[in-house]
Nanobody, 121 residues
Framework: VQLQASGGGLVQAGGSLRLSCAAS????????MGWYRQTPGNGRELVAT???????NYVESVKGRFTASRDNAKRTAYLQMDSLKPEDTAVYSC????????????????WGQGTLVTVSS
């Protein structure tokens, strides 16, 4: 199983970016998926989570600006980031709670590599 995060880049404050997290491999089902971010010298911060049913939760600092979504058929999660601020600058990564192969297959947490988001003032 692999998760591939993409969509990062350089954007001016107030702008928008859309991150994607695509899963591939021998997947039976993907349960919760999460978006995280990390800056140098700081720990990883949970930004948003989304269940397989589409229920979402966000860290307070991004509520009203970020929107998590997913397309289960495409095995892809998205993070729409609007009204970006310089303090949103970070490496964003995703993870997924994935059950592999079949209904009795094992479940594990898989991580995608990070994608850099830079917001200029």
């Amino acid at each position: 199983v692999q998760l591939q995060a993409s969509g990062g880049g350089l954007v001016q404050a107030g702008g928008s970016l859309r991150l994607s997290c695509a899963a591939s491999g021998s997947i039976f089902k993907i349960y919760d998926m999460g978006w995280y971010r990390q800056t140098p010298g700081n720990g990883r911060e949970l930004v948003a989570t989304i269940t397989s049913a589409g229920d979402t939760n966000y860290v307070e600092s991004v509520k009203g600006r970020f929107t998590a979504s997913r397309d289960n058929a495409k095995r892809t999660a998205y993070l729409q980031m609007d009204s970006l601020k310089p303090e949103d600058t970070a490496v964003y990564s995703c993870n997924g709670d994935v059950q592999t192969r079949h209904i009795w297959g094992p479940r594990n947490i898989y991580w995608g590599q990070g994608t850099l988001v830079t917001v200029s003032s």
